[in-house]
Structure formats: structure tokens, C-alpha cells
């Protein structure tokens, strides 16, 4: 069965640094596009970012883009996403999900989600 | 940027049925998935594509979409349908953008 389980969350300070990962099982990693969304504490779903299912295309929400990075290392089933110049409103649980979609076609909606990592950005 | 707009609040008694809308701008040409989340957990897909259920949905779950609304449509609902649901699009901009509705808190009475 598919899984996804996020690690690396914390709490950091503002400006510094984390990284998440996101270990794959149950499916080939490599065929499908994979998500960042976010949900701040009592908030809603916010998608963050998207790399295409052989790294060739990534997309970022607004908030996050040029200070977040999103990769994926097929040869070890993994998603990561590298987020640098934290602040207090990056704050939430990050899930990663899989894009339902063949290769090359873009994923319109996420069919397995993670179970999330808290990150928690305060001083 | 393509807003999505959920009521905050729908409430329903047992055994009747919930109606969650989902406006958007044009939304009737796109297509729009639902994920329910209940406390503590991580969202599940319910319907996809407007109005398809993954397998291990229950047939209760329907959707449709037209001009300027969705609707997720609950039948016989359920204590354990008590959630929040939250709509999504794919639209693209040059970029590509998900985009999820602020969610809906379904409270059954």
C-alpha cells in the first residue's frame, strides 16, 4: 500500500534553516509528481510547491518562492524541501502528497497525503 | 490568482443530506476535487474530478460542478462524516498553481 512519512520538522528561529524529507513506499516513486502543502495551526490547506516526476519541473506558491527549494532522489524513494530565511507565518504541518497522473501529464489532484511534520518557526 | 470560497459552517442532522458548495470564478470548466480531514489526521480524497469517488469511498459521497459553483453532495450522513472539507482546482498561469477553498466544517447535529 502507498505511504508517505515526513520527517525533520522542528522548532527553528526565524531566518535559519530545515529541511524535510518524505519517504515513499508502495509505488514507484519515480512515475509520479510530488507535493508540498502546508496548514498553519487552526488554519486551512495551502499548497507549497510541486516537482514533476522526474525533477525536470518545479512550481512554488508565491509566499515560498526563492526561499524554498523542493528535490526528490528517486534512486532513494525520497522528496525533500529545503526551506531557508524561515518566518513566524511558515509556521504549520507539512504534508507531502502524491499527484495522481501519468508521467508527463500534470497531476491535477493529490491522492495519498502523508500524515505531516510540524514546523514550528519562533524565537 | 483563482479564489475558491467555502462557507465556513454547514450543519446537518443524521441521516439527512449535506450540501458543501464550492465557488469559482467560471469553476464549471474546471475540475474540482474534495478531501475530507478530520481532527489530528491528514486529508483523504473523496471525490475527484468533479464527481468520481476513489475506491473505499462510500457511494453517500457525490459532487458536481457547474458555472460559478461546485457541490459536494453527503447522503445519509453520518456521525463519522463530522469533518472539515476543503475543495481544489488546478489552474494554470504560465505557472502551474493548486489551489484549495478555505475549507468547510461539517457539524452533525
Known amino acids: 500500500q502507498v505511504q508517505l512519512v515526513e520527517s525533520g520538522g522542528g522548532v527553528v528561529q526565524p531566518g535559519r534553516s530545515l529541511r524535510l524529507s518524505c519517504a515513499a513506499s508502495g509505488f514507484t516513486f519515480s512515475n509520479y509528481g510530488m507535493h508540498w502543502v502546508r496548514q498553519a495551526p487552526g488554519k486551512g490547506l495551502e499548497w507549497v510547491a510541486h516537482?514533476?516526476?522526474?525533477?525536470?519541473?518545479?512550481y512554488y506558491v508565491d509566499s515560498v518562492e526563492g526561499r524554498f527549494t523542493i528535490s526528490r532522489d528517486n534512486s532513494k524513494n525520497t522528496l525533500y524541501l529545503q526551506m531557508n530565511s524561515l518566518r513566524a507565518e511558515d509556521t504549520a504541518v507539512y504534508y507531502c502528497?502524491?499527484?495522481?497522473?501519468?508521467?508527463?501529464?500534470?497531476?491535477?489532484?493529490?491522492?495519498?497525503w502523508g500524515q505531516g511534520t510540524l514546523v514550528t518557526v519562533s524565537s | 490568482s483563482y479564489v475558491l470560497t467555502q462557507p465556513p459552517s454547514v450543519s446537518v442532522a443524521p441521516g439527512k443530506t449535506a450540501r458543501i458548495t464550492c465557488g469559482g470564478n467560471n469553476i464549471g470548466i474546471k475540475r474540482v476535487h474534495w478531501y475530507q480531514q478530520k481532527p489530528g489526521q491528514a486529508p483523504v480524497l473523496v471525490v475527484y474530478?468533479?464527481?468520481d469517488r476513489p475506491s473505499g469511498i462510500p457511494e453517500r459521497f457525490s459532487g458536481s460542478n457547474s458555472g460559478n459553483t461546485a457541490t459536494l453532495t453527503i447522503s445519509r450522513v453520518e456521525a463519522g462524516d463530522e469533518a472539515d472539507y476543503y475543495c481544489q482546482v488546478w489552474y494554470s498561469s504560465g505557472d502551474h498553481v493548486w489551489v484549495f477553498g478555505g475549507g468547510t466544517k461539517l457539524t452533525v447535529l
Open positions: 502528497a502524491r499527484g495522481e497522473a501519468a508521467p508527463g501529464d500534470v497531476p491535477l489532484y493529490f491522492d495519498y
Open positions: 516537482i514533476w516526476y522526474d525533477g525536470s519541473q518545479k
Open positions: 474530478d468533479d464527481s
